[in-house]
């Protein structure tokens, strides 16, 4: 509007719609709003099959009205602009301008695959959810993105939960607080380690480092490939992960499992170099004092997990800068029905001599 960019929710690009301010004034940079008339639909609208989901009801979900490959196909776009606009890539980059978001196993049709929901109280106390960036709770009676048996934060007296792993290795049980992070989708856990593997392909006695190590999701796996004569340190800030990684990685004695700040931790008590780096921040990425202490540390290959698609942008920008190049991009659709989307990178020596 004017010189000003309105970020609109429920439209496509290239639609024409009735658009209502939601946020903002005069005087601000930018504003938010909702397209509440398509007067022009985009070839891939569809119906949203959630009855909360609209203008002014639900904040949960933002692709409800998106035909699933058209989600897909936004998703890649905004991984590919990130890549370009703050990560400095080529847009003709191979493996930026082929990218593709793929489907995982384990949801209905983009639906019915989140393993664990949160929901908020009405005034009456029945569950709901609340309206994009509002405290407006809107009733919900059934959230169509939730598992048919998901656990529902808050109302579970069980404390830890045991989770079934199927990958090219095996099949592995972990234990995970009901209250820690764990991957909502189904199909996301399987992916994401095998990814990893494939990308590094440990050998026997190499040495590991997995950072952001939650409760051993990859670190175990590592140590399986890297056998006996290898080495694995995992480093994680929650100290109850910490202590269920403990548990998971029984088998593995010899993993240290290194509790704390990432960045302090590498700093003060891992002065060694490794093989093969594993990084999985939260969604501010890992950020340069991170990845120059990997940078340095890393011998052949450094796997990136990333569930936002700015930060990885910026961290493969400061790799790069440090010598590092990257090497291979995948990126899955692990939250159908909204705009988020995890991306797995692996990254070589420019120059390995």
Same mark, same amino acid.
């Given at each position: 509007?004017? !010189?000003?960019?309105?970020?609109?929710?429920?439209?496509?690009?290239?639609?024409?719609?009735?658009?209502?301010?939601?946020?903002?004034?005069?005087?601000?940079?930018?504003?938010?709003?909702?397209?509440?008339?398509?007067?022009?639909?985009?070839?891939?609208?569809?119906?949203?099959?959630?009855?909360?989901?609209?203008?002014?009801?639900?904040?949960?979900?933002?692709?409800?009205?998106?035909?699933?490959?058209?989600?897909?196909?936004?998703?890649?776009?905004?991984?590919?602009?990130?890549?370009?606009?703050?990560?400095?890539?080529?847009?003709?980059?191979?493996?930026?301008?082929?990218?593709?978001?793929?489907?995982?196993?384990?949801?209905?049709?983009?639906?019915?695959?989140?393993?664990?929901?949160?929901?908020?109280?009405?005034?009456?106390?029945?569950?709901?959810?609340?309206?994009?960036?509002?405290?407006?709770?809107? /009733?919900?009676?059934?959230?169509?993105?939730?598992?048919?048996?998901?656990?529902?934060?808050?109302?579970?007296?069980?404390?830890?939960?045991?989770?079934?792993?199927?990958?090219?290795?095996?099949?592995?049980?972990?234990?995970?607080?009901? !209250?820690?992070?764990?991957?909502?989708?189904?199909?996301?856990?399987?992916?994401?380690?095998?990814?990893?593997?494939?990308?590094?392909?440990?050998?026997?006695?190499?040495?590991?480092?997995?950072?952001?190590?939650?409760?051993?999701?990859?670190?175990?796996?590592?140590?399986?490939?890297?056998?006996?004569?290898?080495?694995?340190?995992?480093?994680?800030?929650?100290?109850?992960?910490?202590?269920?990684?403990?548990? *998971?990685?029984?088998?593995?004695?010899?993993?240290?499992?290194? /509790?704390? *700040?990432?960045?302090?931790?590498?700093?003060?008590?891992?002065?060694?170099?490794?093989?093969?780096?594993?990084? !999985?921040?939260?969604?501010?990425?890992?950020?340069? %004092?991170?990845?120059?202490?990997?940078?340095?540390?890393?011998?052949?290959?450094?796997?990136?997990?990333?569930?936002?698609?700015?930060?990885?942008?910026?961290?493969?920008?400061?790799?790069?800068?440090?010598?590092?190049?990257?090497?291979?991009?995948? %990126?899955?659709?692990?939250?159908?029905?909204?705009?988020?989307?995890?991306?797995?990178?692996?990254?070589?020596?420019? !120059?390995?001599?």
């Amino acid at each position: 509007l004017g !010189d000003r960019v309105v970020f609109v929710r429920h439209t496509l690009p290239g639609e024409r719609v009735v658009l209502e301010v939601t946020e903002g004034t005069e005087g601000d940079r930018f504003l938010r709003g909702d397209a509440v008339e398509v007067l022009s639909p985009a070839a891939g609208r569809v119906e949203a099959p959630c009855v909360v989901a609209g203008p002014g009801l639900c904040g949960g979900c933002d692709f409800q009205h998106v035909a699933l490959p058209t989600q897909r196909d936004l998703k890649a776009a905004v991984v590919q602009e990130q890549l370009r606009r703050l990560g400095g890539f080529d847009a003709d980059h191979p493996l930026v301008a082929g990218l593709r978001v793929v489907a995982v196993r384990g949801d209905l049709d983009g639906l019915r695959w989140r393993t664990r929901v949160e929901y908020a109280a009405t005034r009456h106390g029945d569950r709901g959810m609340r309206a994009h960036r509002s405290h407006r709770v809107i /009733p919900v009676d059934d959230c169509l993105i939730a598992a048919p048996h998901a656990r529902v934060v808050g109302e579970s007296a069980e404390p830890v939960v045991i989770e079934q792993v199927e990958t090219s290795q095996g099949s592995r049980a972990f234990e995970v607080d009901a !209250d820690g992070f764990w991957q909502v989708h189904p199909g996301a856990p399987s992916v994401l380690v095998d990814t990893v593997l494939e990308f590094l392909a440990v050998q026997p006695g190499e040495r590991v480092l997995d950072l952001y190590s939650g409760v051993g999701l990859f670190a175990a796996h590592l140590a399986a490939a890297a056998g006996p004569d290898g080495a694995v340190v995992a480093v994680e800030g929650s100290r109850s992960a910490c202590r269920r990684a403990e548990r *998971n990685l029984a088998e593995f004695p010899d993993v240290r499992i290194l /509790p704390g *700040n990432v960045e302090q931790v590498l700093e003060r008590h891992v002065p060694e170099s490794f093989d093969v780096v594993v990084l !999985d921040p939260p969604r501010e990425g890992a950020r340069r %004092a991170v990845v120059e202490q990997v940078a340095a540390r890393a011998g052949r290959a450094i796997a990136y997990v990333a569930c936002d698609p700015a930060a990885l942008a910026r961290d493969l920008a400061t790799f790069r800068d440090l010598g590092w190049e990257l090497a291979d991009l995948r %990126a899955f659709d692990l939250f159908p029905m909204t705009h988020h989307v995890e991306c797995v990178a692996l990254l070589t020596r420019t !120059d390995p001599g």
